[in-house]
């Protein structure tokens, strides 16, 4: 009888919890969730703003299903606030922010071969997006 009552009483438990994780979504889990993510081709200048020190450059979208997502310092990449960068993509999950593929904007130049370009995604807040942009 008490092995039945303990079988029970785990099952309820399991079952309370389960219904509990199920039941209460929050915004840290969707903001976690992996192949949600939508991405979009656009091209447009931008800076880096003011704030951008608070916010990690990667080489792929940190939500996404890349297994090595690497950071890089700002330092390292020569970009800072003002820095002109050019936006060739962004990434949305849901209601979630943005984040912005970025590379060094250069003026363009007559050149037979183009120089490798370094790329990276960032959160939305560490840029400073012209006023026209829309999604």
């Known amino acids: ?37 939508t991405y979009h081709k656009v091209k447009l200048i931008a800076k880096i703003g003011s704030h951008y020190q608070q916010f990690k450059l990667t080489n792929h979208v940190v939500n996404s299903n890349y297994q090595h997502i690497q950071t890089t310092s700002w330092k390292k990449s020569g970009l800072k606030k003002g820095t002109k960068v050019v936006v060739d993509m962004y990434a949305n999950q849901g209601l979630q922010s943005n984040w912005y593929r970025i590379s060094k904007y250069a003026a363009k130049k007559k050149s037979q071969t183009k120089p490798k370009v370094q790329k990276y995604w960032v ?3 560490a840029l400073v997006l012209p006023k026209s942009f829309t999604f």
Do not use: E
């Open 123 to 125: 959160y939305g807040q």
């Open 1 to 37: 009888m008490q092995n039945r009552n303990l079988l029970l009483l785990a099952t309820a438990a399991i079952t309370l919890a389960g219904f509990t994780t199920i039941s209460t979504p929050t915004t840290a889990n969707a903001a976690t969730m992996t192949g949600t993510l």
